[in-house]
């Protein structure tokens, strides 16, 4: 069972009703100037109403496309869960005299763009069926595919390609969506872009050591195992230093050969980590 939303721009309501709505796409800029009035109005009705919130971009693509993307970047704090779209279309008149292998190449530039600089977000694209078959050349689409087949019942867009979101209606001033997820794989989905590769940023350091140190002392014990694991490393170094340098002193000496001192090495580094291991194995002993 899959969930519904929509996508709004400024000729929509700054406040759709989002009743039965689990998302929802609203478009920030156009080009290298224009910004909608109403996006922060409209994103933060969505987020109120609890729903995946996603924003968007319409190109001039005989513009750059990392100047476009960084003036489109530039507008949002983004937030992890965000989800950021290429609208790649072009039937206006600031895409008209744009050749389709331009147009091909403006979009998987931008997309790879965003994507460098916004790794923790799902990065993907909007397109119309004319645009998949007979503009796109390379079949790249980022993170998803938001698919647009007006007429066609929602969740069927008739294409072979992957598909995250389907446009499938233009109904009472408002565009409809679907995605094939249901509400909570959806978040879930939004939420997870690399999140187990995200830095740790000093409110969480701060929270791991909360939470470690008050109702849960198995962690806080974990902590404290690691740290005396570190010292004993440590002083194992230390031991190993000594060692080398006691060889050395009986190698100048004359009192070693090279094959004794091999020995006396391997010897000494085999008891270190002898001792290391029973240090992890018991580390209250």
Sequence with gaps: MGTYGQDWASYQSATPDTSGLSFAFVKITEGLSYINPVWITQRDHAKAAGLVWGGYHYPHMANSPQDEADFFLSQVNWQHGDV?????????????????????AYKDAWLRHVKSRMPYNPVGMYANTDYWHNVDTSNFYGDFLWIATAGRPAGDPGIQAPWLFHQYSESGGLDHDYCHLDSNALRSWALQSSEAEMPLTPADVKAVWAYSNGDHPDVHQTLADAAGATAAVKALAGKVDALATEVAALSAQGGLTAEEITAAAQAGAQAALAELGNALAHPHA
């Design 84 to 104: 950021i779209v290429l609208d790649w279309e072009g039937y206006d008149n600031a895409n008209q005299n744009v050749s389709k292998a331009a147009q091909a």
